[in-house]
């Protein structure tokens, strides 16, 4: 079956701290994404990859950056974690044939 | 990216089809209609999409127009596990972004 993983389903981190969110997918996809959810937006393009060490900016980079070393992992990282990063972050890889999003369940983080 | 919009809300009663609409009047001729739904505190899941050709799976039916200007996704026998938001997204094949909208917050009922 089908599996995207992220390492944390839940972080506190504190503000200026830096914080890393992991994402593993076993499906040997070339292209994954990095997305933010809040109340009202709905999903928000933060960052993608469609190969190794290839990145992209979405909708809304400012604040992140991310690191695609190997084709099945692909991590997003706050370089200094501030209150409005405050988020559920959501991982996704995609296949090529069919072209549907796989999700992992998300990483809910707390900046305070 | 074509827009879609969905009703914000719908009820359906345990055990009837619930069908949940969509319209993307500006879908373009290769772009995909997708459906997605995420249960509360998870990541999203995908149902189903097609391109112009109604298409069935286990999950659901997608029923597109012939102008492909709406759609209307089909939860045969909805059961209380199907309460959850509803997303309909269009997407080229060689489009990278999906524009997500609010989704339907679909709610089945005992």
């Known amino acids: ?112 | 990216d074509a827009k879609t919009t969905q009703p914000t809300s719908m009820d359906c009663a345990e055990g009837r089809a619930a069908n949940l609409p969509c319209n993307h009047s500006t879908i373009s001729g290769n772009e995909y209609v997708y459906w997605y739904r995420q249960i509360h505190s998870q990541g999203p899941q995908y149902i189903i999409h097609g391109l112009k050709n109604n298409e069935t799976n286990e999950m659901a039916s997608l029923i597109i127009t012939e102008d492909r200007k709406s759609s209307t996704l089909i939860l045969p026998h909805a059961t209380l596990r199907d309460t959850a938001v509803y997303y309909c997204i269009v997407r080229g094949d060689s489009n990278y972004q999906l524009i997500w909208g609010a989704g339907t917050k679909l709610i089945i009922k005992p």
């Open chain 1, 1 to 112: 079956d089908v599996k995207v993983t992220q390492s944390s389903r839940y972080l506190v981190k504190r503000t200026g701290e830096k914080v890393f969110l992991e994402c593993v997918q076993d499906m040997d996809h070339e292209n994954m994404f990095w997305y933010r959810q809040d109340p009202g937006l709905g999903l928000r393009l933060i960052y993608f990859s469609y190969d190794v060490k290839m990145k992209e900016k979405g909708d809304i980079p400012e604040g992140y950056s991310v690191s695609r070393e190997k084709k099945e992992r692909f991590s997003l990282i706050l370089e200094s974690a501030s209150t409005n990063q405050t988020s559920m972050y959501l991982c996704a890889s995609r296949g090529p044939s069919t072209g549907e999003l796989f999700f992992g369940e998300g990483s809910r983080l707390t900046v305070l």
